[in-house]
């Protein structure tokens, strides 16, 4: 196509003439904008704490290897889960998740949470679907391949909570993260892999998407209870198993859709395993001393000081010097150092009035023996774990 220049800021394409003087009329919808009042934040008393793993896998996805759901179940119990997703892969089973892992005999416990769910397992990736109580995933499974406004859609009438597992490399999830509730930021024992799926969530958050960061250990393979049942892939039990990571979540109550609840809402933390310290990171908003928010709470800034605590909460390698790194807004804040006598680091920022801002933390140190899979502190390293964000003006609406 032939262009010609008629006179200053006029362009000539075709038949049409564009202007290109200026943009004095127009308005941009998204510039920072007061958001308007925020839902009031929930109370920080009231709540428990629960822990447990949100992707794990049985004898319902073909490559897993001596994982009955009886063995996850009793297994999780030794190690003081408090509830468990089992994420079978749906394409194993054509979508019938209900009539197989779910219908499972085995598929029930007097103690323990278990969730409804199953990875939904796409040529555009992998998510996990998770529910406190059965869903037509069949439904979520056959919209697999159409656009990501059917499969949004679909998600909405299931009322469920959907999840896009390992973002990054092979499988990693391409569908659209504004129909996604959390993210699998960390995915198995091996912390290293994970810095993608770290950048692809400060990413979201940066751009005002308020998406929960979770764990899941993906297992696969269970312990052989004898010798002749050993597989090529058993050894990866112990380096991989329930629990690495463990995903704790701050419910109102100890059931399923108070679990479910807390996972959307983001009062979520992130651990190694079921042993190692849990991150908890708070804030004195009003600067009355007492913290009245934390992870996963959204407050409109009053451009005053805002008081920030984290603490560790349980085990703590004898002796131990811990790193807390804050991360705002995608940026690298501040580094704070905490002992295993004192477990606790606290800092000072002002949130801007106008615009997201938000702050997260990753904490690092030596690393919590979980006995019964030895040798995932050596996968895991000196990663500790990780809170969710506390937001300032992100627009519930967005």
């Known amino acids: 196509m032939r262009v010609r220049t008629l006179a200053a800021g006029l362009i000539v394409a075709g038949c049409f003439a564009i202007s290109m003087s200026g943009q004095s009329g127009h308005s ?69 998740v209900a009539n197989n892992t779910w219908a499972d005999p085995e598929f029930k416990s007097d103690s323990l949470l278990l969730l409804y769910g199953g990875e939904w397992t796409t040529t555009r990736g992998h998510g996990n679907a998770i529910s406190a109580k059965p869903y037509d995933h069949q439904r979520l499974y056959d919209v697999r391949d159409q656009r990501d406004v059917v499969v949004g859609a679909v998600k909405k009438e299931l009322g469920i909570h959907l999840s896009a597992n390992h973002p ?18 960390w995915n198995s024992a091996l912390w290293s892999k994970n810095a993608n799926a770290i950048m692809i969530w400060d990413d979201m958050l940066s751009s005002g998407r308020k998406l929960t960061g979770r764990g899941g250990s993906d297992a696969h393979h269970g312990f052989p209870d004898t010798p002749d049942q050993a597989t090529k892939n058993s050894a990866q039990a112990k380096s991989n198993y329930i629990g690495t990571p463990t995903t704790w979540v701050f419910a109102k109550a100890r059931t399923s859709q108070a679990v479910v609840d807390a996972l959307t809402n983001g009062r979520v933390s992130v651990s190694a ?36 605590r984290v603490q560790l909460t349980g085990n703590a390698a004898p002796g131990a010097v811990y790193t807390v790194n804050v991360v705002k807004d995608g940026k690298k804040f501040g580094t704070f150092q905490t002992t295993e006598k004192a477990q606790m680091v606290e ?10 801002t938000y702050y997260r933390v990753e904490v690092e140190g030596p690393p919590v023996a979980y006995p019964q899979v030895p040798g995932s502190t050596v996968l895991t390293g000196n990663m500790i774990g990780l809170s969710n964000p506390i937001f300032f003006n992100f627009d519930p609406n967005f």
């Not at 929930?42 to 794990?56: E, M, P």
């Not at 092979?170 to 659209?176: I, L």
Request: overall charge negative; proline content about 8%; hydrophobic content about 35%.
């Open 28 to 96: 941009n919808p998204w510039a920072p904008v007061d958001v308007g009042p925020l839902p009031p934040i929930t109370s920080l008393t009231g709540s428990v704490w629960l822990k447990g793993d949100l992707h794990v896998h049985s004898r319902h996805s073909k490559e897993s290897s001596n994982s009955s759901i009886a063995k996850i179940v009793s297994y999780s119990n030794s190690v003081g889960m408090d509830y468990l997703c089992i994420t079978d892969h749906d394409n194993h089973v054509l979508g019938d």
């Open 168 to 185: 990054s490399g092979k499988d990693h999830f391409g569908y659209s993260y504004d129909m996604v509730d959390s993210i699998e930021v």
């Open 273 to 308: 395993n079921p042993y190692a310290p849990r991150v908890e990171f708070y804030a004195d908003f009003d600067q009355d001393g007492m913290m009245d928010m934390m992870m996963g709470d959204n407050a409109k800034p009053t451009g005053g000081p805002v008081r920030f």
């Open 347 to 356: 800092f000072m920022d002002s949130p801007a009035t106008l615009g997201r």
